[in-house]
């Protein structure tokens, strides 16, 4: 059966420091992949999408590359900030059944320390 | 920014009791979509919405959910008889049609208790 993994521990880093966040699946060929962020009681909001014959998309501070032969996607904040604390999801989308319905990871939860 | 926007925030209901759930998505999106996440756990697509009918559902998606837009803007989910195991944030989220392939833009939730 299709699997995504992101670490399930939480991710501490000093501010100024770069966080790098995994995300590792398996039994799926996404077209797509897009990563989202989220905050206590509030629904995801969209950050980057990377398509399967991109390497590497940047937007600001954002970085995600995309390895469809490993298997993988890396997401880095870099210049790391108190205010990029939240869960971050990454989400696979692979055009199926016309809907193109996300298949999310259970995320790995940021804290960036002062 | 347009966004997308769910009322309530918080529904209370009685197991057995049908609720229905609403959402405004972003007025020019095409594509409507409903995920659930159940406390501490991942988000989970439940029914994607285009030109009218359902495009794709989950096997969560049984005989007990229905989805409806009724009037071109509200984008509704209605659960008929609810289950303990329904308690869980409901999200919706809504997607604009180009050529280019776009993200969903998520509301931010409604906090669905069953008693």
């Known amino acids: 059966s299709q699997k995504i993994e992101q670490n399930s521990e939480a991710l501490n880093i000093q501010e100024g420091k770069t966080a790098t966040l995994t995300c590792n699946y398996t039994?799926?060929?996404?077209?797509?992949l897009q990563w989202y962020r989220q905050d206590p009681g509030r629904g995801p909001v969209f950050l980057l999408l990377?398509?399967?014959?991109?390497k590497e998309k940047r937007k600001e501070r954002l970085k995600v590359t995309f390895d469809t032969t490993l298997k993988q996607s890396l997401f880095h904040i870099t210049a790391s900030q108190p205010a990029d604390s939240a869960t971050y999801l990454c989400?696979?989308?692979?055009?199926?059944?016309?809907?193109?319905?996300?298949?999310f990871g259970t995320g790995t939860q940021l804290k960036v320390e002062l | 920014e347009p966004e997308v926007t769910q009322t309530p925030s918080h529904q209370v209901t009685q197991m057995g009791q049908e609720v229905i759930l609403r959402c405004v998505p972003i007025?020019?999106?095409?594509?409507f979509y409903w995920y659930r996440q159940i406390l501490g756990q991942k988000v989970e697509f439940l029914v994607s919405?285009?030109?009218?009918?359902?495009?794709?559902k989950s096997e969560i998606f049984d005989d007990q959910f229905s989805v409806e837009r009724p009037d071109g803007s509200n984008f509704t989910l209605k659960i008929r008889s609810t289950k303990l195991e329904d308690s869980a944030m409901y999200f919706c989220?809504?997607?604009?049609?180009?050529?280019?392939?776009?993200?969903?833009?998520f509301g931010d939730g409604t906090r669905l208790s069953i008693l």
């Open positions: 039994n799926y060929s996404p077209a797509y």
């Open positions: 990377i398509r399967e014959n991109e």
């Open positions: 919405f285009y030109n009218n009918e359902i495009s794709e």
């Open positions: 989220a809504s997607r604009a049609s180009t050529g280019k392939r776009q993200p969903q833009h």
């Open positions: 007025s020019n999106h095409l594509y």
């Open positions: 989400a696979l989308d692979g055009l199926t059944g016309g809907g193109n319905k996300l298949t």
